[in-house]
């Protein structure tokens, strides 16, 4: 079982684009959206309960939304359960927190860690020019480099290591475990990104890397 996630917005489009984008980190992960009202703009109290309903596998739901009368009806309808264990609200920024409460969710981790992801997930980033001095370049062979899928291979690919591991590319590093700061690296296919590790599975984590950047993150080959 792992956490499921509900997308609230006033928009029907924008709920569902939010919970495409964040099933690329998490493809076993129920994600439900629930947006619009009556092909209008607004949040509809059924849809919202019939998609908490729908993404619950029993280990919770995480609740996002996007403006404060969706976050109304959210409460309502997770309090109407009445069970506080089952469905939680958070406040997070939208796409960013449903991208990182998906990659945490995909990784296999609880209701409560899964709310601290999409909580933090504007500090998911390092401060600028917080490169590591040592470590090995790797060359993004796949079409897209680190983006919403790869990123989340990558993130999944070492959450079961015990090493911290940290990317770098142009002036910036973060930790290889958050897909959001992955992202906001900006590498793109043909970029090399500095990759370091420290830890007692320092050599695996770095093989890891290296064998998932020489399959190009597994996007299928052209043609």
Known sequence: MKVGLVIVSHSARLAEGVAELAAQMAPDVTIAAA???DGG???DFDAVAAAIDTAQEGAGVVVLYDLGSAKMVADIAVEMLGDPESAVVVDAPLVEGAVAAAAAAQGG???D???GAAAGALAAMEPEGA???DGVDVL???DIGLHARPAGL???ALSDVDATVTVSFGGRSTDAGSVLGLMGLGASGGDTVRVSADGPQAAEALR???DLAKRGFEEPSPG
């Open 131 to 133: 490169v590591p001095r």
């Open 154 to 156: 990558l993130a999944r």
């Open 113 to 115: 860690e899964v709310l």
């Open 140 to 142: 993004l062979t796949n």
């Open 41 to 43: 703009i607004g949040t």
């Open 109 to 111: 981790a609880g209701l």
């Open 208 to 210: 890891r890397v290296h």
């Open 35 to 37: 947006g619009g009202v």
